[in-house]
């Protein structure tokens, strides 16, 4: 019976030790679409999950939406004949809709722009070209509507983005119509009077800026491309231009603040990519190898999450892109869990969670809001993840098995143990008259 024990004890120690080792690697990230890998790849372990679904088959889409309060916020612009209706939803941590606001807005080319929210409020900019204006609506956290403030637009402008600036004003990304040249990319701050300053530039093409960010100093990133190359623009509240970089052979569609990186999400040759611009030095392009466009961009759990929108109709599922900003940079890429008709427009973060918005499209569009959450941890604080980060592979996989069960086995016999069933165990002793006690 003993001996049973110590056979049952060896057997479920070699298999644990198995287990563990065996798990190790698929606690790391584990791409659904292979991609590539830059540099060394991550040092930390990570998980991605689907923490929330919202389907709303009223609307075609939510154009933005943000973590807020206890849920989450989306809105998008609806059309019914010539008129247009500002539509927010506030969204519960089960699915469950809070509250929703319908709010009449008149131009029916009217178009939603972002949502950004403080403390107690939330402010929706919806530009309206057949009005030459943007409006700010202010929202309550019970969805009631607050005011709202307009701002003067010049009529060749189109806003593709907007944030709040100071001074109840409005930072602007854009582009301004040229008939003879185009479209030069467009940077103002707009107030309820009109355009307190702005700055143009184009070349012999469409020049437009799709994103405008807060930084954490106080400034303001610009991003926007012309088809074959990006521009990254940071102006101050006053005007003044405090980076101005341009980069070859990438199209950016918006960009993140990481510490003093500048991650620029987009495409090149027809894939969905990132460029790393650091303060001195050629940019980093990061190759995901996944048709499509990396449309956004946000910070969570302390890594740059990008959002990728894969071509329409080429079956491939949304991904959601992981970057390590290391000496040279790593990617890795994640099924979305969302069908392939899924067609992400927006992502932003709050903490370790992600939101993605968007449309399911075919048939009935409909507004799709996903939330994820990461979690990471570092493999660096114990020597066990050190070793593995530097020296993985499957050898040392097998090498590690047989050398923890030999510590079992060995372990077992020197206490009297035997791990093999049949061969006495410790405590046995022969009588002489061929019983043991």
Same mark, same amino acid.
């Given at each position: 019976m003993?001996?049973?024990? !110590?056979? /049952?004890?060896?057997? /479920?120690?070699?298999?644990?030790?198995?287990a563990?080792?065996?798990a190790?690697?698929?606690?790391?990230?584990?791409?659904v679409?292979?991609?590539?890998?830059?540099?060394?790849?991550?040092?930390?372990?990570?998980?991605l999950?689907l923490?929330l679904?919202?389907e709303?088959?009223?609307?075609?889409?939510f154009q933005?939406?943000?973590?807020?309060q206890s849920?989450?916020l989306?809105?998008?612009?609806?059309?019914?004949?010539? !008129?247009?209706?500002?539509v !927010?939803?506030?969204?519960?941590?089960?699915g469950?809709?809070?509250?929703?606001?319908?709010?009449?807005?008149?131009?029916?080319?009217?178009?939603l722009?972002?949502?950004?929210?403080?403390?107690?409020?939330?402010?929706?900019?919806?530009?309206?070209?057949?009005?030459?204006?943007l409006?700010?609506y202010?929202?309550a956290?019970?969805?009631?509507?607050?005011? +709202?403030i307009?701002?003067?637009?010049?009529?060749?402008?189109? $806003?593709?983005?907007a944030?709040?600036?100071p001074?109840a004003?409005?930072?602007?990304?854009?582009?301004a119509y040229?008939?003879?040249?185009?479209?030069?990319y467009?940077?103002?701050m707009?107030s309820?009077?009109?355009?307190?300053?702005?700055?143009?530039?184009?070349s012999l093409g469409?020049?437009l800026?799709?994103? $405008?960010?807060?930084?954490?100093?106080?400034?303001?990133?610009f991003?926007?491309?012309?088809?074959t190359?990006?521009f990254?623009?940071v102006? +101050?509240?006053?005007g003044?231009?405090?980076?101005?970089?341009?980069i070859?052979?990438?199209?950016?569609y918006?960009?993140?603040?990481y510490?003093?990186l500048?991650? /620029?999400? #987009?495409?090149?040759?027809?894939n969905a990519?990132?460029a790393?611009?650091?303060p001195?030095?050629?940019p980093?392009? /990061?190759?995901s190898?996944?048709?499509g466009?990396?449309?956004?961009?946000?910070?969570?759990?302390?890594?740059p $999450?990008s959002?990728i929108?894969?071509?329409?109709?080429?079956?491939?599922?949304?991904?959601?892109?992981?970057?390590?900003?290391? +000496? !040279? #940079?790593?990617?890795?890429l994640?099924?979305?869990s969302?069908?392939?008709s899924?067609?992400p427009?927006?992502a932003?973060?709050?903490g370790?969670?992600?939101v993605v918005?968007?449309?399911?499209?075919?048939?009935?569009?409909?507004?799709?809001?996903?939330?994820?959450s990461?979690?990471t941890?570092e493999?660096?604080?114990?020597?066990?993840?050190t070793?593995?980060?530097?020296f993985?592979?499957?050898l040392?996989?097998?090498?590690?098995?047989?050398?923890?069960?030999? $510590?079992?086995?060995?372990?077992?016999?020197?206490?009297?143990?035997?791990?093999?069933?049949?061969?006495?165990?410790?405590?046995?002793q022969d009588?002489g008259?061929?019983?043991k006690?």
């Open positions: 003993a001996g049973n024990k !110590a056979s /049952l004890v060896g057997l /479920l120690g070699i298999l644990l030790s198995l563990l080792v065996k190790l690697p698929y606690t790391l990230f584990q791409p679409i292979a991609g590539t890998d830059y540099g060394v790849g991550f040092a930390g372990q990570a998980s999950s923490v679904l919202y709303d088959n009223t609307v075609r889409g933005d939406a943000r973590l807020w849920g989450v989306g809105s998008t612009i609806e059309r019914d004949g010539d !008129a247009s209706y500002l !927010a939803v506030m969204v519960g941590p089960r469950e809709v809070l509250w929703r606001q319908e709010v009449f807005v008149g131009d029916p080319q009217a178009s722009v972002s949502i950004e929210t403080s403390g107690e409020e939330a402010f929706i900019f919806v530009f309206m070209p057949s009005q030459d204006k409006r700010m202010r929202l956290t019970n969805g009631d509507l607050l005011g +709202s307009d701002y003067p637009i010049p009529p060749t402008v189109v $806003v593709l983005d944030v709040r600036g001074n004003t409005a930072m602007v990304a854009g582009a040229w008939l003879e040249y185009g479209m030069d467009y940077v103002a707009v309820s009077s009109g355009v307190e300053w702005r700055i143009l530039y184009g469409d020049d800026l799709y994103s $405008v960010k807060k930084t954490s100093s106080g400034y303001f990133l991003t926007g491309n012309n088809g190359a990006s990254v623009l102006t +101050s509240s006053a003044r231009v405090i980076v101005n970089e341009t070859n052979g990438f199209e950016a918006s960009a993140a603040e510490g003093d500048v991650i /620029l999400a #987009g495409t090149l040759e027809g990519g990132l790393l611009l650091r001195s030095g050629e980093v392009i /990061l190759d190898g996944v048709p466009v990396a449309v956004d961009i946000a910070i969570a759990g302390g890594l $999450v959002v929108a894969t071509p329409k109709g080429a079956g491939l599922p949304s991904v959601i892109a992981i970057t390590d900003p290391g +000496s !040279a #940079g790593a990617l890795r994640f099924n979305s969302l069908a392939p899924f067609i427009l927006r932003s973060s709050l370790d969670l992600i918005s968007g449309l399911l499209a075919g048939g009935q569009e409909k507004g799709v809001i996903a939330v994820y990461l979690e941890r493999l660096e604080k114990s020597p066990l993840g070793l593995y980060s530097v993985y592979s499957p040392l996989t097998i090498v590690l098995v047989v050398a923890l069960s030999a $510590v079992i086995f060995v372990g077992l016999r020197r206490k009297g143990f035997n791990i093999l069933p049949g061969r006495g165990s410790r405590g046995s009588k008259d061929g019983t006690d």
